[in-house]
């Protein structure tokens, strides 16, 4: 039964950035040591974010890993996300905090099903989400990100028949942008299906002067009623350029603290599920400060992909960051 009686979870202007402590100046010391850029993704937690060189979404991440001159690059975010700064990049060392840090959408999408499929239709165009395992984009025509899905797809031949693996939502959203029909691999985000009309329209009318932004992961019936869907680099974008001064953001709750950083001036209102008062991806939280720490001491756990999928993995890959370009 759904509960919906928690108080909301809002952030408000900070005028000032919180002091380091102690584990997180020992971080820069250890990655100027190391000679290693930090890379986080907005779902960290806040204390990650304050350490990294780059805080970002899938997108952005991958364009700085591939540009990453430093000898090791320590990948906060989770496995799929570290394995392809190693693709685009396999002569740094890669780091990730904790290798259980994985993906609910990329384990809805085995490798072995995709090339069962691909099998039984050979003449299938497979756009790959991201989110998915270095053997599944080895089998991918190309890759896309929340942020360019669209883009994407739109300069794919109009005669080729598109499998969109492995989110449905976002395949689902991407084929009424374009008008493109897609068939659909039945994968989803377990945090992002969590967000509901109910408990939307409950925090909406509590706050109803401010917009409400969603993922793309989310189901159709809250992205229909979102003001505004998009990736979470979009999400920055949007928040500068609203006039509304209150903004309630559906989608994992460490993109409130990279909001509230960007735009220190506004207040932050956390997408609520019917149970609670925000959504956090438990792979996301498993990277805590204490393992980017140990991380970088014991230049440990390394993320590696063998040759022969690391370079089949990178052709999608680098025609997604040559295409997001056009
Ligand atoms: P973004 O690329 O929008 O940051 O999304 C990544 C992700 O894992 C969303 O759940
Ligand atoms: Fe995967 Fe969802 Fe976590 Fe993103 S939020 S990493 S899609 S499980």
Redesign the pocket.
């Known amino acids: 039964m759904p509960v919906l009686n928690y108080e909301p979870l809002v952030l408000s202007p900070r005028r000032e950035a919180p002091k380091l402590t102690p584990i997180q100046e020992e971080i820069l010391a250890l990655k100027r040591e190391r000679n290693a850029v930090i890379l986080a993704h907005n779902?960290q937690i806040e204390a990650i974010q304050q350490v990294a060189d780059y805080v970002g979404d899938s997108l952005g991440l991958s364009y700085q890993a591939q540009a990453a001159q430093a000898d090791a690059i320590l990948f906060c975010g989770?496995h799929f996300m570290a394995e392809t700064a190693k693709i685009v990049n396999p002569g740094r060392t890669v780091l990730l905090p904790d290798l259980e840090a994985g993906?609910?959408?990329?384990d809805s999408c085995p490798a072995e099903r995709l090339a069962a499929y691909k099998a039984a239709n050979p003449d299938v165009y497979v756009v790959a989400y991201i989110?998915c395992s270095a053997g599944v984009k080895a089998l991918s025509d190309v890759i896309c990100t929340s942020g360019n899905a669209v883009k994407i797809v739109n300069q794919i031949p109009a005669d080729r028949d598109i499998l969109f693996v492995p989110d449905q939502n976002l395949g689902q959203w991407v084929s009424q942008k374009t008008g493109r029909k897609m068939r659909l691999w039945p994968g989803s985000?377990?945090?992002?299906v969590m967000f509901t009309v109910q408990a939307i329209e409950k925090i909406r009318s509590q706050f109803p002067d401010a917009p409400v932004v969603a993922h793309p992961?989310c189901v159709q019936a809250v992205r229909d009623i979102a003001d505004e869907v998009c990736s979470t680099e979009l999400m920055v974008k949007f928040a500068k350029e609203t006039p509304a001064e209150r903004i309630i953001v559906v989608t994992?709750s460490g993109m409130l603290h990279r909001l509230r950083r960007e735009v220190p001036h506004k207040t932050f209102i956390a997408g609520p599920t019917d149970t609670c008062a925000c959504n956090d991806?438990r792979?996301?939280k498993m990277n805590t400060i204490e393992k980017v720490r140990d991380a970088l001491k014991t230049m440990s756990p390394v993320i590696d992909v063998p040759e022969p999928v690391r370079s089949a993995a990178l052709i999608p890959i680098q025609r997604m960051l040559d295409w997001s370009k056009r």
């Open positions: 779902y989770v993906c609910s959408l990329s989110n985000c377990y945090a992002h992961e994992e991806c792979f996301m």
